[in-house]
């Protein structure tokens, strides 16, 4: 825990609220770079972000973890050596630890603080912080590096207090581990995260029963252990990786290949995506330029993954439901497995789809459904997040006169750029809504929203602006160029997707992340911030 912090404390330059990625390099960058002073409030007892606190079975990123990872500092990357090409939690945090420690950053960092309010004083044009202990912070930005899926959701299924049994949620895993042996086991959710969590549970559960409202594709990760020829060859080459993060579409540390699907003859298609297939990973969705552009195009990826799906799955009535996808592919977060569809060809295993027998209610011995019930001894909610909204309005933000983050927003978040909401002085959020954040790799979003933050304020000090907030108008018309960039893709075209609200009932459906591109999205902010920072009013 972190030392107590004073009522009445000095008026600091900056409050970061979390300590993941986001957190950490801010911190670093206004404390050591601009000199400022800056604490960090962080609510667990470490850093980590959402990698503190998902520590449920399977956790495991994404993108490769050469790219996973600051490229700000080529002596972070020579000190630091991944172990596999998918990165486990473990391994992130340890990480993220290393960071922290290389750094000097946790004598800035006040851990075991919740936020429990941030209100802005317009008179003393100062933001109040203040913690789940009472203590309240003053400063003159407000920054939240609260991330994008850091708030649980908990679905409202009726019975849930009466469940007798153990019941979790993945984003809140115990950090001592759950043992599943000779349980029965439910596990509700199969997005991203009951991709990687299923495959685990079942090896050790007496029995898994999945319940599955929406099938989705997933690839092959094909992790393994990284070779030291290429540990070595990324670290001399790091400037190279680094360019082809900045200059792709996703911000990976791949490009995308530069062809239509209908550019070649269909057994060209089946043999390029063959050979994805066995790469493995999200590089699938590199194969051609217009998967997300073209529904036609799309469809020939989604034939092929559908017909793996059964291909994989012995039980063709378990492979029908697995492969009844009701979106295009890659319109929500394209998943990616280690043996997720193997495990329905286990006997331990049984999947029910709830679009047909839909959840009734959890009794005190397991969870009905329409075509009857499942007992269990364990419920797991693999169900996601309040995404990219829900982290920033726990915070409780009133900005000037009183108005509520939460009013502004109640149909839905606007703001400029994903970097600051008009009505809210001196407040940044870092990869916010309205930014290219989790259609990318986080890592490069997250410097670049960082970086630009920090040369904002180094010129508000150098020039006397004590003041920026951006502009309705501003605001407005940025809305309007997500949901440009949004409708140019299929992604809209997921109807349940987390991308839309669509998992949290009554939260307005509205796509949140900005999908021009990050290349594109870097080059715009560069500019704005080169015509004086047009849109924000400096004062």
């Known amino acids: 825990m972190g030392t107590s912090i004073k009522r009445d404390a000095k008026v600091l330059d900056a409050v970061i609220i979390g300590a993941g990625f986001a957190g950490l390099y801010q911190l670093h960058c206004l404390r050591d770079r601009l000199g400022l002073d800056v604490t960090v409030l962080e609510a667990a007892d470490g850093v980590g972000g959402t990698w503190y606190w998902n520590r449920y079975p399977g956790a495991r990123c994404d993108t490769e973890s050469h790219a996973y990872c600051f490229t700000f500092s080529q002596a972070l990357i020579d000190a630091w050596s991944w172990s596999e090409r998918y990165p486990g939690q473990a391994e992130i945090l340890r990480y993220m630890n290393f960071v922290a420690d290389r750094l000097d950053l946790r004598r800035d960092i006040q851990f075991g603080r919740r936020v429990t309010a941030c209100r802005f004083d317009e008179s003393q044009n100062l933001w109040h912080v203040t913690t789940g202990l009472g203590e309240t912070l003053r400063a003159k930005f407000l920054i939240a590096a609260v991330g994008c899926l850091s708030t649980a959701n908990v679905p409202d299924i009726p019975g849930l207090e009466t469940f007798e049994g153990r019941w979790l949620h993945t984003g809140q895993w115990p950090h001592e581990g759950v043992d599943f042996t000779g349980k029965r086991v439910g596990q509700i959710g199969t997005g991203s995260t009951g991709i990687q969590a299923a495959p685990v549970i079942a090896d050790t559960a007496r029995h898994l029963t999945v319940f599955q409202r929406t099938a989705n594709y997933s690839v092959p990760a094909r992790n393994a252990p ?170 409780d933000i009133q900005g000037r006169d ?127 911030a080169a015509k004086g920072y047009e849109g924000f009013a400096l004062s």
């Open 226 to 395: 990284l070779t030291p020829e290429f540990q070595r060859d990324v670290k001399a080459n790091f400037a190279e990786v680094r360019r082809i993060m900045h200059s792709t579409h996703n911000g990976h540390a791949f490009t995308i290949e530069d062809r239509n699907v209908f550019d070649v003859t269909p057994d060209e298609r089946m043999q390029i995506y063959d050979q994805a297939w066995d790469k493995g990973g999200l590089q699938f969705r590199a194969a051609f330029k217009d998967l997300l552009s073209s529904k036609p195009a799309n469809d020939t990826a989604a034939q092929y993954l559908s017909d793996k799906i059964r291909s994989i799955v012995k039980d063709p009535a378990t492979a029908e439901i697995l492969a009844d996808i009701d979106h295009p592919y890659g319109a929500k977060r394209p998943p990616i497995d280690t043996d997720y569809f193997e495990t329905f060809n286990r006997d331990n295993v049984t999947l029910v789809d709830v679009r047909k027998a839909p959840i009734e209610a959890i009794t005190p011995t397991g969870v009905r459904t329409s075509a009857g019930e499942y007992p269990l001894d364990i419920l797991v909610f693999a169900t996601g997040f309040d995404a990219m909204t829900g982290p920033l309005l726990a915070l």
């Open 402 to 528: 009183g108005r509520a983050l939460r009013d502004t927003w109640r149909h839905g978040p606007t703001n400029y750029l994903g970097l600051q909401v008009a009505g809210f002085p001196n407040l940044f959020t870092i990869t916010g809504p309205g930014s290219p954040s989790v259609l990318t790799n986080m890592p490069v979003a997250i410097e670049q929203h960082v970086e630009w933050i920090t040369a904002c304020i180094a010129h508000m000090r150098e020039t006397g602006i004590a003041r920026i907030e951006a502009t309705e108008t501003a605001s407005q018309r940025w809305v309007q160029a997500v949901n440009a960039a949004a409708d140019a893709t299929l992604l809209p075209q997921a109807h349940h997707s987390w991308y839309l609200g669509a998992n949290v009932p009554g939260k307005p459906r509205v796509f949140m992340p900005y999908a021009g591109g990050m290349a594109r999205y870097r080059q715009h902010c560069s500019e704005i």
